[in-house]
């Protein structure tokens, strides 16, 4: 998911994987011992079908995959990544996004379930959504002001994250990925056409900035 431009303005208050922390740097710890993979873009099989459970934890590759996925997010400037992004057929994602009240939520989880809403977590908030494979495009979109997540983390300890405002469509955003669906599947096609057509216009651009922003890090 792209970034949350709100993010730069905030207070710097932090939950990393739903606990809160006194303080966490701008990239998480290890990000900068990974490698940053390439991002999948629409019209990619994988991107198109759900992803398989992860089911096996606490396994240096499953760290080495956390830890790129980090940093290819932080190259891009995304607030969400998801597996299959990077081309990984598993049901596991990364974020770092700011809620409406200006935390931020640093994590992973994996094999997450979208908890059914009720009651007032139904209300919708119509927003601009954008996506790092649909690079340089975004569309308005309704989602729910509020999402809880059921999942376990790398190690297989269950994990239960609560989100609002932007963070909240954020989880939704990266739990569609799993299940093989892009924000451009709930657009109408006439808005999809929009969207697919800006990021002809745009997709050069950004990933001529996400390379030299590999490149700043020595990446």
Do not use: W
């Not at 998801?82 to 994590?107: I, K």
């Not at 908030?125 to 989602?143: D, F, M, N, T, W």
């Amino acid at each position: 998911m792209s970034e949350n431009r709100a993010r730069a303005s905030v207070d710097q208050r932090v939950r990393v994987q739903g606990e809160p922390v006194d303080s966490y740097p701008e990239l998480s710890p290890g990000a900068l011992d990974g490698q940053v993979r390439r991002i999948t873009v629409v019209g990619e099989e994988i991107l198109h079908k759900p992803c398989a459970d992860v089911v096996e934890f606490g396994t240096a590759e499953l760290s080495a995959l956390i830890d790129d996925m980090f940093l290819t997010m932080n190259v891009a400037d995304g607030a969400g990544l998801a597996a299959n992004q990077v081309d990984v057929n598993l049901r596991l994602f990364v974020y770092d996004c700011y809620d409406e009240d200006g935390v931020r939520h640093v994590g992973h989880i994996c094999n997450p379930v979208v908890e059914e809403p009720s009651g007032d977590d139904r209300r919708l908030i119509e927003q601009a959504e954008g996506c790092l494979s649909v690079p340089g495009a975004g569309h308005e979109l309704a989602r729910g002001a509020r999402t809880v997540v059921h999942g376990v983390d790398k190690n297989g300890d269950p994990l239960v994250i609560e989100g609002t405002g932007y963070f909240a469509r954020c989880l939704q955003h990266e739990t569609d990925h799993l299940n093989g669906i892009l924000y451009l599947d709930r657009l109408s096609s006439r808005q999809r056409r929009t969207v697919l057509k800006e990021m002809e216009d745009q997709r050069e651009r950004v990933f001529a900035q996400r390379e030299a922003k590999a490149a700043a890090l020595g990446k």
